[in-house]
């Protein structure tokens, strides 16, 4: 059984590696019941809440640590994935939470390849 690891918007992150780290617990629960198996109503509120959490964080990111637009743009590509996440979690949708969470994948890749990889910057 997974537990959800969900930041409430206004959370206060110290930095963005802090910040990362909580949307990396996120990421995980989500991830960890992407199976196979037809989630029960319990699994579809913690994709909820999970998702939420990353919504809320990614508000954070870009009220705090508002680097530049590249940076705005993936955190804004990320919040978007999430609440899709989110909004399909309500319906009970699991096909639509599979297809968002690999758009979340790239996105969550896309910042990580710009930020930590090939320019070796940190917003």
């Given at each position: 059984?997974?537990?959800a690891?969900?930041?409430?918007?206004g959370?206060?992150?110290?930095n963005e590696?802090?910040?990362?780290?909580?949307?990396?617990n996120?990421?995980?629960v989500?991830?960890?019941?992407?199976?196979?198996?037809a989630?029960?109503?319990e699994q579809f509120?913690t994709y909820n809440?999970?998702?939420?959490?990353?919504v809320?964080?990614?508000?954070v990111r870009?009220?705090?640590?508002?680097?530049?637009?590249?940076?705005r743009s993936v955190?804004?590509?990320?919040?978007?994935?999430?609440?899709?996440?989110v909004?399909?979690?309500?319906?009970?949708d699991?096909?639509?939470?599979?297809?968002?969470?690999?758009?979340l994948?790239?996105?969550c890749?896309?910042?990580?390849?710009?930020?930590?990889?090939?320019t070796?910057l940190?917003?």
């Amino acid at each position: 059984v997974a537990i959800a690891t969900t930041v409430a918007y206004g959370a206060d992150f110290a930095n963005e590696k802090e910040l990362c780290s909580n949307q990396w617990n996120n990421f995980q629960v989500i991830r960890s019941m992407s199976g196979l198996t037809a989630p029960t109503d319990e699994q579809f509120t913690t994709y909820n809440k999970s998702a939420q959490g990353i919504v809320d964080a990614e508000t954070v990111r870009q009220n705090k640590f508002n680097a530049d637009k590249n940076y705005r743009s993936v955190s804004a590509e990320t919040a978007f994935h999430a609440g899709e996440i989110v909004k399909a979690a309500q319906v009970k949708d699991q096909e639509e939470i599979q297809v968002q969470y690999r758009w979340l994948t790239i996105s969550c890749k896309n910042c990580h390849r710009m930020y930590r990889t090939d320019t070796k910057l940190s917003p």
